[in-house]
């Protein structure tokens, strides 16, 4: 089991960029692939970005492809996403989640959740 945690989040003007963590917890980390989600008031959760478990492989939401980036440092038990040039569309609740299984962007694919952080990007 991992717990994870989400910080970073924040009112951003559009254009601007924000870098979101999550922190998990316990020693296997590494051997979850990581994805991030958002869900926007009145919308289902959609898949921003996933990691494989090396970092090697990325995957992005065709909504910011090009304009976000996933990372990860194992030694520091820390997934992230980089947002670059935000727009107003932008605006949810971001989460981090864990999963074992490498290459499905459905949420019901993921096991663990973060409480999620704040984005609000304005016009």
């Known amino acids: 089991q991992v717990q994870l945690v989400e910080s970073g989040g924040g009112l951003v003007q559009a254009g601007g960029s924000l870098r979101l963590s999550c922190a998990a917890s316990g020693r296997t980390f590494s051997s979850y692939a990581m994805g991030w989600f958002r869900q926007a008031p009145g919308k289902e959760r959609e898949f921003v970005a996933a990691i494989s478990r090396s970092g090697g492989s990325t995957s992005y939401g065709d909504s910011v492809k090009g304009r976000f980036t996933s990372s990860r440092d194992n030694a520091k038990n820390t997934v992230y996403l980089q947002m670059n040039s935000l727009k107003p569309e932008d605006t949810a609740v971001y989460y981090c989640?864990?999963?074992?299984?490498?290459?499905?962007?459905?949420?019901?694919?993921?096991?663990?959740w973060g409480q999620g952080t704040q984005v609000t990007v304005s016009s």
């Open positions: 989640a864990a999963t074992y299984h490498w290459g499905i962007p459905t949420a019901n694919n993921y096991a663990y």
